[in-house]
Structure formats: structure tokens, C-alpha cells
């Protein structure tokens, strides 16, 4: 814990807000407030998603040694983790695993539609004030900066003139807490890469597109915003 939060600049974890499950798992946008509180024995999931290997190993082996007897406290509330997702599942799109050089890998040369959806609301810093609206170059270059700081594998260039919005769909949301509101975006967005591009680029570029569901875009991703996902 004491490493995570002596981060100063972008961390490498981000988190789900609490989620109370209401039949499917699939459902597009998730709750950012509870105006009410969560009753006793309600099934709920919580996502952590981990960006550097190091953490990932360490909280591996607390997982794998879990007590499901032994309830974990948040506050007033006892919590029982009765089930841990780290693969693909057909119910819950939000659990899976990867290393940075298999989301290399795998990434398509070829693909040159990008589909994505934010699921809690995004904003990004510019100078000193918030942007909620999702860019290509906000949204693609806070990949960027992730994917250079955490993977060991960096992207020295990437050009994005080609890449340009041909889908939108999105909206403001207002998340309140006894502190502060913060304003971001949410919906579905769709960039395309246009031209004649290097195969090579067109690679990086699906790199990050399919990194997102990992890092997040934009401010507060240790906060549960600006979670995003391809579809």
C-alpha cells in the first residue's frame, strides 16, 4: 500500500468504484455513487488492475492464499471475497491477463477500426484546468505515457494524423463526494486510421487500444474514472 500511494505522478493501478451486481455483468457504464447504502449480503465486484509486474507478483501470492472464512474490513462493512477473476470470462468483460510483450504481439498490423467505451466518466488534464472532452490525442497519448512508463518496452514515436473520430456517442456525467465534483465523459467513441500507414504504426496504435482496458485514460484512474475498454 505505502508503494502505491508514495507514487507522485501517474500510479501504477487503477480501480473499479464498488459495484453492487444486478443481474449481467455486462452492462456498458458503471456506478460511480451509492446515494444509498449497500444492504447486508448484496454480491458485489471491485476491479484492480495492476500495471507493473513487480505488484502483480507480489499481490499474486495474497490472492492465492485468501481465506474466504476471514472477512476483509472497508470501513464499518466486512467484506468476503468469494471468487477472484484473472482470466477472460464470457460474464464479466472487465477480468483478464496479460503481459505487456503479448499485448504486443498480438496486436493487429492490419486493424484499422478502434471502438471503445468509457465506461466511468473521463476527464483530462490540460494546464490547469479539466477537458472532458475525449480527444484523439487526450486519449491516445495518456496511453502513451502508460504504456512508455510501465511497460519496458517503450514507444519512442508515434504519429497520430492518421487516426481520426468517425463515432461518437457520449455525455457528460457529475460524480460528487464530500470533498470535490468532477466533471468527465462517458459514452462510445470510435477513431479509425486513415492512409497510407506502416504496418508497424498501425500495430502501436492497437497496442494502446487494447492496453486501455488495463490503465485507464486520463485523470483519477486510482479513483475508478475514466474507465475504458474496446469492443
Same mark, same amino acid.
Given at each position: 500500500g505505502t508503494y502505491l500511494h508514495d507514487q507522485q505522478t501517474d500510479k501504477?493501478? *487503477?480501480? *473499479?468504484?464498488? &459495484?453492487?451486481?444486478?443481474?449481467?455483468y455486462r452492462n456498458d457504464f458503471l456506478q460511480c455513487e451509492h446515494r444509498q447504502p449497500i444492504p447486508a449480503s448484496a454480491s458485489c465486484?471491485?476491479?484492480? *488492475?495492476?500495471?507493473d509486474d513487480v505488484l502483480f507478483g507480489h499481490l499474486n501470492q495474497l490472492w492465492l492464499n485468501l481465506n474466504p472464512e476471514h472477512?476483509?474490513?472497508l470501513g464499518p462493512a466486512d467484506l468476503f471475497i468469494t471468487s477472484i477473476l484473472g482470466t477472460p470470462q464470457s460474464t464479466q468483460?472487465?477480468?483478464?491477463?496479460?503481459?505487456?510483450? =503479448?499485448l504486443y504481439e498480438n496486436a493487429s498490423d492490419e486493424a484499422? &477500426?478502434?471502438?471503445f467505451v468509457l465506461?466511468?466518466?473521463?476527464?483530462?488534464? &490540460?494546464?490547469?484546468?479539466?477537458c472532458a472532452l475525449p480527444t484523439r490525442d487526450l486519449v491516445f497519448n495518456s496511453l502513451l505515457r502508460r504504456w512508455n512508463q510501465y511497460s519496458g518496452m517503450p514507444f519512442e514515436e508515434i504519429s497520430?494524423? *492518421?487516426?481520426?473520430?468517425?463515432?461518437?456517442?457520449?455525455?457528460? =456525467?457529475?460524480?460528487?463526494?464530500?470533498?470535490?465534483?468532477?466533471?468527465?465523459?462517458v459514452?462510445?467513441?470510435s477513431f479509425r486510421i486513415f492512409g497510407d500507414v506502416e504496418p508497424q504504426t498501425i500495430k502501436q496504435i492497437n497496442t494502446l487500444a487494447d492496453f486501455a482496458m488495463y490503465c485507464g485514460v486520463g485523470r483519477k484512474t486510482p479513483m475508478g474514472m475514466g474507465m475504458i475498454r474496446r469492443i
Open positions: 501504477a493501478f *487503477s480501480l *473499479s468504484p464498488l &459495484q453492487v451486481k444486478k443481474g449481467s465486484w471491485w476491479r484492480i *488492475s495492476l500495471l472477512p476483509w474490513h468483460p472487465w477480468a483478464n491477463f496479460s503481459t505487456y510483450a =503479448e484499422r &477500426q478502434i471502438d465506461c466511468t466518466p473521463a476527464a483530462f488534464r &490540460q494546464m490547469h484546468y479539466d497520430l494524423d *492518421s487516426v481520426f473520430p468517425s463515432f461518437f456517442d457520449i455525455h457528460t =456525467e457529475i460524480v460528487k463526494d464530500a470533498r470535490s465534483k468532477f466533471i468527465g465523459c459514452g462510445t467513441i
